[in-house]
């Protein structure tokens, strides 16, 4: 079993050996973050080395490297360094900190989750009562927030009262999206647009012509042409030219931050020619992001009760 000194020492070196590039770190660097003297940290070294827990690296830029092993004893992943899990703190990225393991505690109901962060990196200036962001992960695409409620600078390990979770589905847009393409030739009337539309319940619909899509129509195009007596024009008249797509295969994490950042409610999705195939709604993303039709948020009786 490590001594204190010894899991402080190895907690260190992952820290420093995590945003070196794999670069191996000199025992001198290691005493200066624990405030130590060198000859402390090099004696000790001789033991986590005898553990399996370090190796040595010879020569003039040597130095001191984790094993696999030693992140497992800190019960810490391994992982490369293009899979840093960021963390922020007043919308700020903290450099040089990473989340190795996010662990959930407890989630009686809502308002109490809690969560254990496991962290790479330094969190002297992570305090008690700081709200901070963590991720997204590099799977899931999860993410949290939460305030600081606890921590161990021995293992360095933060304790979140959550106040918010979200997890997009590593999905690609092909796998959500309306794939029987529903849509209007740029000579059908207003009137065919608004059957068309209703007909089918949706709010919107893109514009084709030989496979090109060359505009969008929704709901609001009609009313507002109608309100102006545009009744006997097309909808190449009325339609917006201003349009979004995607490819099929691209990740619905993608999708969710393109409509939010253009503020739109659907994209074009398209093949590798460029092809209209399908579309994707907000509807859509919500529904799997929240996967309601498999966990309603309320059963029906809760429902009669609200309304």
């Excluded at 992140?71 to 703190?89: G, R």
């Excluded at 809690?114 to 990196?121: C, F, M, N, R, Y």
């Excluded at 514009?207 to 060359?214: G, L, Q, S």
């Amino acid at each position: 079993m490590l001594t204190s000194v010894q899991k402080e020492i190895l907690q260190t070196l992952i820290n420093l050996y995590q945003n070196s590039d794999g670069k191996s770190i000199k025992g001198e660097d290691i005493a200066e973050v624990m405030n130590r003297n060198p000859g402390t940290i090099r004696n000790q070294m001789q033991s986590l080395r005898s553990l399996s827990l370090v190796k040595g690296v010879p020569g003039p830029r040597g130095g001191y490297k984790p094993t696999i092993e030693a992140y497992h004893t800190l019960n810490i992943s391994f992982t490369d360094s293009d899979a840093k899990v960021p963390v922020y703190k007043d919308n700020r990225k903290i450099e040089d900190v990473s989340v190795a393991k996010i662990e959930f505690t407890s989630v009686p109901h809502p308002g109490e989750c809690e969560a254990v962060i496991k962290v790479l990196g330094s969190i002297k200036d992570l305090h008690l009562g700081d709200i901070i962001r963590v991720g997204p992960t590099p799977v899931n695409n999860l993410g949290i927030i939460g305030e600081i409620v606890g921590r161990d600078d021995m293992d360095n390990i933060l304790l979140l009262d959550i106040s918010t979770i979200r997890s997009i589905p590593k999905n690609s847009v092909y796998d959500i999206a309306t794939l029987d393409l529903i849509y209007l030739k740029p000579g059908d009337s207003i009137k065919d647009a608004a059957c068309l539309l209703s007909k089918n319940s949706i709010d919107g619909a893109p514009v084709i012509t030989e496979d090109v899509a060359i505009g969008m129509v929704s709901l609001i195009d009609i009313v507002k042409a109608l309100a102006e007596g545009k009744e006997n024009e097309d909808v190449r008249d009325i339609m917006s030219k201003r349009l979004f797509f995607i490819d099929k295969d691209t990740k619905i994490a993608t999708a969710v931050y393109k409509m939010y950042k253009f503020g739109i409610s659907r994209l074009i999705v398209v093949d590798d020619d460029y092809t209209p195939i399908g579309v994707v709604t907000r509807t859509d993303l919500i529904e799997t992001i929240t996967n309601l039709k498999n966990f309603p948020l309320l059963n029906d009786n809760e429902l009669e009760e609200g309304i």
